[in-house]
C-alpha cells in the first residue's frame, strides 16, 4: 500500500464516520456526568458550567492545569518544581487549545475529546487490519466501553496517548516506519510508556528483515537493512530527550523527575510481584474501607487476572509485535511501588482489548457480555470520580 492508498484509507469517510461517533460518545458521558453531578449538587436550584467543569478537574488535571497555565517554571508547589514529574505535550497543547477558548480546563477537555476520536480511527484500523470490520469496530466500542475510559474525557493524557500510541502500531503494522518514528516521539514526549513502543518496533522489524535468516544465508545487505531501521528507531526517544532538556533548563538536572517520584510522589523502584501482592492483600484485609477497596484495589486485582488470561490466551490470537507490547505494558504498569492508577493506565493497553475484540468476532454473546458489564461499570466508576472517591 502506497502513501496515496493509506491517506485514502485514513481520511476517507468511513474514518469521518469513526471520528464523529468518538466524539458523540463523549459528548454522552459528558451529559451522564452533568446529571451526575446535579442530583449530587447541595443547591438543588442552580448548576453552572463552572460545576461541570470543577466535577471533572481532579487528581492530576489540576497538576496539568498549572502546567499548561503557568509553565514548567512557574508550576511550583512547597517551593519546588514537583510537577516535572508530568510529561509536555498534552499541557502543552492544553495551552494552546486554552488560547482560542480562553478556558484552560475546557482546553484540556476538547483535547481529550478529539484525541480520542483520533485515537479511535486508529483503533478501527488495526482491529480491521487483523480480521476484518467487525473487529475494527470491537476494538473501539470495548475501549470506549472500558470501566475506567472516561477519563478519556478527563484533562489527563489518556486520550493523546491512545492517539499517538495506536497511530505508531498501525504505521509498524503497515510498514510505514518513519510515521511510526513520529508518531513514537510524540508519544515518548506524552507518557513515559511510550518508551515501549520500541519493542513492537523492534519486534516486526524482525519479523519483516529475519536477520537470523539473513545470517546464516549471509545476506549482509539484509542484516544492514535490519541494523539501519532498528537505528531509525532511535528517533522515537526525541520527545524523551525533550523532556529531559525541561528538567535541565528548570533546575539543571536532566533526571530530576525522578527525585520527586521518588520523595514526593512515592515511586521509586518497583517490584512487580511486591505490587501485586499488596494488590491483593489491600483487596480483602482491614487496611483500606469498603469504598476504598471497591474504587481502587480489587479493580486493580481484577486487571492482574485479566492480564494473566491474556498473557496465557493471546499467545497465537495476535500478532507478536503486539504481544510484546502488551506483555511489557502489563509489566511495567505493574512495577511501580505504589499504584493507584491502574484502571486508569490499562485504557491504553490496546493489545489486551485487541485479543478480546478478534475473539467476539466468532463468540458473539461473550462479546456483548463483556461490553454491557463494561458500560454499566462505567457508569459506577464515573459517579464515584465525580464524587471524589479513590479512583484515580
Not at 487476572?305 to 509489566?331: D, E, N, Q, T
Amino acid at each position: 500500500m502506497n502513501f496515496k492508498e493509506l491517506s485514502k484509507k485514513i481520511i476517507g469517510k468511513e474514518t469521518a464516520a469513526i471520528f464523529f461517533a468518538a466524539v458523540c460518545f463523549r459528548i454522552v458521558v459528558y451529559v451522564f456526568s452533568v446529571l451526575i453531578l446535579a442530583m449530587q449538587s447541595i443547591d438543588m436550584w442552580s448548576f453552572e458550567l463552572e460545576n461541570f467543569i470543577a466535577g471533572w478537574t481532579r487528581w492530576d488535571a489540576l497538576h496539568y492545569v498549572k502546567i499548561a497555565e503557568l509553565g514548567y517554571e512557574g508550576a511550583i508547589e512547597n517551593g519546588q518544581h514537583l510537577f516535572l514529574v508530568f510529561f509536555p505535550l498534552f499541557p502543552y497543547l492544553m495551552r494552546a487549545a486554552g488560547v482560542v477558548i480562553g478556558n484552560t480546563e475546557l482546553a484540556g477537555m476538547l483535547v481529550s475529546t478529539l484525541t480520542y476520536a483520533g485515537g479511535c480511527v486508529y483503533l478501527y484500523r488495526i482491529g480491521e487490519k487483523h480480521a476484518g470490520k467487525e473487529a475494527g469496530r470491537n476494538l473501539a466500542l470495548l475501549v470506549a466501553a472500558y470501566p475506567f475510559s472516561f477519563f478519556f474525557g478527563g484533562i489527563m493524557t489518556e486520550s493523546l496517548f491512545l492517539l499517538v500510541s495506536a497511530a505508531t502500531l498501525y504505521y509498524l503494522d503497515e510498514h510505514k516506519w518513519w510515521w511510526a518514528v513520529l508518531f513514537g516521539a510524540l508519544a515518548t514526549m506524552t507518557r513515559i510508556q511510550g518508551v515501549l513502543l520500541g519493542i513492537p518496533a523492534l519486534v516486526e522489524a524482525f519479523m519483516v528483515y529475519r536477520p537470523d535468516k539473513a545470517l546464516k544465508e549471509r545476506d549482509y545487505k539484509q542484516v544492514r537493512g535490519f541494523v539501519g531501521r532498528c537505528a531509525s528507531f532511535l528517533f522515537m526517544l526525541l520527545g524523551l530527550v525533550y523532556y529531559l532538556w525541561i528538567n535541565y533548563r528548570v533546575e539543571g538536572d536532566p533526571f530530576r523527575f525522578l527525585y520527586y517520584q521518588e520523595t514526593h510522589w512515592g515511586q521509586g523502584e518497583g517490584n512487580i510481584f511486591s505490587t501485586i501482592a499488596y494488590i491483593f492483600k489491600y483487596s480483602f484485609d482491614g487496611t483500606f474501607n469498603i469504598s476504598a477497596k471497591a474504587a481502587l484495589w480489587v479493580p486493580q486485582m481484577v486487571l492482574v487476572i485479566l492480564s494473566v488470561v491474556f498473557l496465557v490466551f493471546s499467545v497465537k490470537k495476535i500478532r507478536p509485535m503486539y504481544y510484546f507490547y502488551g506483555a511489557a505494558y502489563i509489566f511495567l504498569t505493574f512495577s511501580v511501588p505504589w499504584l493507584i492508577s491502574g484502571g486508569r493506565y490499562f485504557a491504553c493497553n490496546i493489545p489486551l482489548f485487541l485479543a478480546v475484540a478478534i475473539t467476539g468476532v466468532k463468540r458473539k454473546r461473550f462479546f456483548a457480555a463483556a461490553a454491557i458489564l463494561s458500560v454499566m461499570l462505567q457508569m459506577i466508576y464515573l459517579t464515584g470520580f465525580l464524587q471524589g472517591k479513590l479512583i484515580m
